[in-house]
């Protein structure tokens, strides 16, 4: 009869199991998972796409749409269970159990073939250090949690900043070559024209025309690299880097980036800004007092745990002494020796604690080496962008002087080309520097750890 109960219960259980495990399809899994997905970027797009979009309204995308971000969300909210875990120590343990007995012949004369019983047992400890410090620690770990997260955005909002500049950089570069094209085709035909009648000779014709290929060329290669721009800034927003089936959900850039501000003050005086409120000194911050909980807590081990315990029991025999009875109890449990566990994991702990405290002192180090390179960056910015400015001036009058001499017949004509090509290359350089300036500063910013990050939209 057991045998034929224990098949009973087994066989379902296998089937179910069987049946599961048959129904799974990786192939039409994958495909339908892939049709959602898609599905999902195609609403972001025409939600998300169907305006020219600011640097202010990329990065408030990226802010809840940024996976990077989500995942720092997600990890936050992991820390915040772990903490409302580690407060149920502080509550009592309750246990509740019941059950109904059917007997095909008494067990005893004082018992009876069927009846129902049931059990309350409630336990709470009253003394246990452990857990206070167990519980202050989880605390701390979801505190840096949000730090971290809140400095995950920072980095967020300096990636899609740069990606964002990057993206307008080449829009103007490949508009600058676009012109420039025009320029050494109009060129290149006006040569052609005086090589047939003879004022230029073939070589000099053929390095006309070279110039226009080498600009085009430079204008498919600056095309390229403005559709990788584009799906690098989408990724960061989190939206397919493949344009949409509909050109009005494409990526379009405004171009309002604002005015971005330079923080005042001498390096010293930002390296002091920096290290008043760097999130990742403060998350060192909560990591050495998580370490000194872990040795208190460690320590608690050479302590004794105290608990109060009572239970209440009903049982439905009615032949039983009583139906009902209460039991109370104290206990205390002191493990006076376990080995040399508890002495290692006590020093264990210390050592943890003096690494959090080492580690504090290097991203303490760290933090301002990363200020002073920041704020050098931005000075380099600044006078890199002032003489490629200075560089395109003087190159773009050479090329009208020697432009205007070739002309004339005071100047080989190569040399005159030489310089139109000078010219192009010191514009585009000019066109690259245009947002360094910008790039540095948030750069700047996120070293010192006062990025603004927009807030979340809240649902009214």
């Known amino acids: ?57 990329c990065i408030r995308i990226a802010m809840t749409n940024n996976y990077a971000a989500r995942k720092a969300d997600l990890d936050t909210e992991i820390m915040r269970i772990a903490k409302n875990t580690a407060f149920t120590a502080f509550l009592p343990n309750v246990t509740l159990s019941a059950g109904y007995n059917s007997h095909q012949k008494a067990p005893s004369p004082m018992s009876e073939k069927r009846f129902g019983q049931a059990s309350l047992e409630t336990g709470m400890p009253i003394f246990m250090p452990s857990v206070w410090f167990l519980y202050a620690a989880a605390r701390h770990g979801h505190s840096a949690a949000e730090m971290a997260a809140n400095f995950v955005r920072q980095g967020i909002v300096l990636e899609t900043s740069q990606s964002y500049y990057q993206v307008l950089v080449l829009q103007d570069t490949v508009n600058a070559i676009e012109t420039q094209l025009g320029a050494a085709r109009e060129n290149a035909a006006r040569i052609e024209g005086l090589a047939r009648e003879g004022f230029f000779t073939a070589w000099e014709r053929d390095q006309a025309h070279l110039q226009t290929e080498v600009r085009q060329a430079e204008l498919d290669t600056a095309r390229r690299h403005l559709e990788i721009a584009r799906a690098d800034l989408l990724v960061t927003l989190g939206l397919s880097p493949i344009p949409a089936a509909d050109a009005k959900y494409h990526l379009r850039l405004s171009g309002d980036t604002g005015e971005p501000k330079r923080p005042e003050g001498t390096t010293a005086d930002l390296v002091l800004t920096a290290l008043e409120g760097h999130p990742m000194l403060s998350i060192a911050d909560r990591q050495v007092v998580m370490q000194e909980h872990a040795v208190r807590q460690a320590f608690t081990a050479f302590l004794p745990v105290l608990n109060l315990t009572a239970a209440s029991t009903w049982t439905g025999n009615d032949l039983a002494e009583h139906a009902s009875n209460w039991m109370t109890a104290f206990g205390g449990t002191w493990k006076l020796f376990s080995g040399l566990a508890n002495v290692a994991r006590y020093k264990a702990a210390r050592v943890e604690r003096r690494r959090s405290e080492l580690e504090r002192e290097s991203t303490f180090l760290n933090v301002m080496a990363q200020v002073i390179a920041a704020e050098a960056a931005v000075n380099d910015a600044i006078e890199e ?34 310089a139109r090509a000078d010219m192009d290359l010191a514009q585009v350089a000019m066109v690259k520097s245009r947002y360094q300036e910008r790039i540095a500063l948030a750069a700047l910013d996120l070293a010192m750890g006062v990025t603004l990050v927009p807030e979340a939209p809240t649902d009214e």
Not at 20 to 42: K, N, V
Not at 405 to 414: A, D
């Open 1 to 57: 009869m057991r045998n034929h109960l224990s098949l009973l219960i087994i066989l379902p259980a296998a089937l179910l199991a069987v049946a599961g495990c048959s129904t799974f399809d990786p192939a039409r899994t994958r495909a339908e998972q892939s049709r959602l997905f898609r599905a999902t970027l195609e609403r972001q797009a025409s939600e998300l796409l169907a305006k020219p979009l600011s640097l202010n309204d």
């Open 385 to 418: 962008a002032r003489i490629r400015q200075r560089a395109y001036e003087v190159a773009a009058a050479k090329h009208a002087d020697y432009d205007a001499r070739s002309r004339e017949g005071l100047l080989p004509l190569s040399d005159a080309l030489d």
